[in-house]
C-alpha cells in the first residue's frame, strides 16, 4: 500500500522539482543561453509531466462514476492537454508568425510519427497485428480521412494562388485575416461535431473489440472520487500545464535561436520546436502506457494527430488573424496579410495529405496494425519530416 501510495505522489514532487527548476533559471539567471535553457526545459517537462499525472487522476475519477469508455477517456484528457502546447505557440506566433505557423502544422508530422512508433510497441496477437479501439476506427479514421482532403485542397489552393499571381504574386501572395478567420472557424466546427459523436456512441456502452476497450472499472475497496477532488485535479492539472508549457516555449526559443546562429535551416529549428509543442501528449501518451492503460495512450497518440487539424491549426489560424488586426503582428504583403505563401508554407501543408492517407487506410481496412503497416507509417512520417527539414 505503502509503494502505491508513493507512486500515486510521485507527480506532486515532481511538480515541486520543475516549479523550482523554473524559478531558478526565471529569478536568478539573466542571459539566455544554455544553462537558462535547460533550467528551462527539464522544469517545464517535468511539470507538463505531473499535470499530465493529475489529467490521468481527474480523467479516471470521472470516468469511473460516469462509466465512460477509456478511449473516450483518454480522448478528452488529451483534449485539455493541448494547452500547453497553445500557450507555446501563442508566444511564438506573436513572435515569429510564419515559423510558428509552420511549427503548428509540422507538430501533424511530428504526431503521426509518434503514432506509427506507438503502434510497435502494442500488444500484439499471434499473427503480430495490434487491434486498435473501435472508437478510433470507426471516428478517428474519418478525421484522418477528412485531414487529408483539407490538407491537399489548401495546398492545392496555395499552389494556384502562386501560380496565377493572385493578390499581386511573387512576394506578395498571401493569406489574409479573413482566410484565416473562415478556415480556422470551419475546422474548429469538425472537431467540435467529432467530439460530440464521440462521446454519444461510445461513452458508455458498446461491443468491446478487445480486453482493454472496456468502461473503466472500479478496484476492489477503491472509493468513488468526489466531483470537488476531480474538479481540483482538472484546474491543477490545466494550470501546471499552462507554466510548464510556457517555460517549454522559452526553452524552445533559445534552442532555436542558437540552432539558426550555428547555420541550422529554419525547418529544422521549426521541427525541433514542434517536438517540444506535443510534449504534453507525448508525455501523457507514456505515463498512461507504462500504467497499462493501452486505450487511453492510443487516444492521446491519436489525439495529437486528430487534434492538430481540428483543434491546434485553426486555434493559430484565429489567433494570427487576430494579432494581426489589433496591430501586435505586422501584416504581411498587403491589408491584412498575415501567412505568405512560399516554399516553406506549402510544402508544410501539402505533405500532410500523404501522413494522413496512409494512417487512414492503416486503421480503416481491418481494424488493426500489422508490422508492414507499422513500418510504412513511421518511414512515410519521417521521409514527410526528412523533406521539410532538408529541401522545404
Known amino acids: 500500500m505503502s509503494e502505491q501510495n508513493h507512486n500515486s505522489r510521485m507527480w506532486l514532487w515532481l511538480m515541486i522539482t520543475g516549479l523550482v527548476l523554473v524559478a531558478i533559471a526565471t529569478f536568478a ?51 485539455s492537454s493541448n494547452i500547453p502546447e497553445l500557450v507555446m505557440l501563442a508566444f511564438v ?20 510519427a509518434a503514432f506509427g512508433i506507438y ?85 458508455r456502452d458498446h461491443k468491446p473489440e478487445s480486453k482493454d476497450d472496456v468502461p473503466i472499472k472500479m478496484q476492489k475497496n477503491e472509493t468513488v472520487m468526489s466531483l470537488t477532488t476531480i474538479a481540483a485535479f482538472g484546474l491543477a492539472g490545466l494550470a501546471m500545464s499552462i507554466i510548464g508549457g510556457h517555460s517549454v516555449g522559452e526553452f524552445a526559443g533559445i534552442l532555436v535561436h542558437r540552432l539558426e546562429a550555428a547555420g541550422y535551416s529554419e525547418m529544422f529549428g521549426a521541427v525541433i520546436l514542434s517536438v517540444f509543442a506535443a510534449a504534453g501528449a507525448f508525455i501523457m501518451i507514456g505515463t498512461a502506457h ?56 506549402t510544402s508544410a501543408i501539402f505533405l500532410g495529405f500523404p501522413s494522413m492517407l496512409i494512417l487512414w487506410k492503416a486503421v480503416q481496412d481491418d481494424g488493426k496494425v500489422n508490422w508492414l503497416e507499422t513500418s510504412s507509417m513511421v518511414a512515410i512520417f519521417l521521409l514527410a519530416i526528412y523533406l521539410l527539414v532538408v529541401h522545404g
Request: hydrophobic fraction near 50%; glycine fraction near 10%.
Open 29 to 79: 539567471i539573466a542571459s539566455h543561453g544554455w544553462t537558462k535553457g535547460i533550467l528551462l526545459g527539464l522544469g517545464g517537462l517535468l511539470i507538463v509531466f505531473a499535470s499530465s499525472e493529475m489529467m490521468i487522476h481527474a480523467v479516471d475519477g470521472y470516468a469511473k462514476r460516469q462509466k465512460m469508455n477509456s478511449f473516450v477517456a483518454g480522448t478528452m484528457a488529451g483534449l
Open 93 to 112: 506566433l506573436m513572435a515569429t508568425p510564419r515559423v510558428g505557423f509552420i511549427v503548428t502544422i509540422l507538430t501533424l508530422h511530428v504526431g503521426a
Open 119 to 203: 503502434c510497435s510497441a502494442l500488444p500484439r496477437d499471434v499473427e503480430g497485428n495490434a487491434s486498435m479501439p473501435k472508437p478510433l476506427v470507426n471516428l478517428s479514421t474519418d478525421l484522418y480521412a477528412a485531414a487529408a482532403g483539407i490538407f491537399f485542397s489548401l495546398g492545392v489552393i496555395m499552389l494556384l494562388m502562386k501560380a496565377f499571381a493572385v493578390r499581386g504574386g511573387g512576394e506578395n501572395t498571401y493569406l489574409t485575416t479573413t482566410d484565416l478567420y473562415v478556415f480556422g472557424t470551419i475546422l474548429l466546427a469538425i472537431q467540435v461535431v467529432a467530439t460530440t459523436q464521440l462521446v454519444k456512441r461510445f461513452s
Open 290 to 345: 507504462f500504467q497499462g492503460k493501452y486505450n487511453i495512450a492510443m487516444a492521446n497518440a491519436s489525439g495529437a494527430i486528430t487534434q492538430v487539424p481540428f483543434l491546434v491549426l485553426p486555434a493559430a489560424m484565429i489567433l494570427l488573424a487576430i494579432f494581426t488586426q489589433t496591430g501586435i503582428i505586422a501584416s504581411v504583403g498587403g491589408p491584412n496579410g498575415v501567412i505568405p505563401i512560399d516554399l516553406h508554407t
